[in-house]
């Protein structure tokens, strides 16, 4: 059973910062690509950025340049660092892991950046 837990979403003003982490348990996590995804209500849910078992990195164009994916196969943990953070960064983060059996999900933690 592979679990993933999101942590570290909160309320931040305009130009702030966070930095979001998802861990995995099980045994699941060096060799597999890990997303984070967005959703907001009344939206599908949108790939943000993507980091592969090699440490390869892929982003939206709308938080190119201010996101950044990092991972730490030690701790089976998957970071999100923010930077320079929009209103419309606004959403749920989600953690995502697809592989050919299923997909995981993470249950989401909460970005406000309010306008």
């Known amino acids: 059973q592979v679990q993933l837990v999101e942590s570290g979403g909160g309320l931040v003003q305009p130009g702030g910062s966070l930095r979001l982490s998802c861990t995995a348990s099980?045994?699941?996590?060096?060799?597999?690509?890990i997303d984070w995804y967005r959703q907001v209500p009344g939206k599908q849910r949108e790939l943000v950025a993507t980091?592969?078992?090699?440490?390869?990195?892929n982003y939206a164009d709308s938080v190119k340049g201010r996101f950044t994916i990092s991972r730490d196969n030690a701790k089976n943990t998957v970071y999100l660092q923010m930077n320079s953070l929009k209103p419309e960064d606004t959403g749920v983060y989600y953690c995502?892991?697809?592989?050919?059996?299923?997909?995981?999900w993470g249950q989401g933690t909460q970005v406000t950046v309010p306008s």
């Open positions: 980091i592969t078992s090699g440490g390869s990195t």
């Open positions: 099980g045994r699941l996590f060096s060799g597999n690509t």
């Open positions: 995502h892991i697809p592989t050919w059996i299923q997909d995981y």
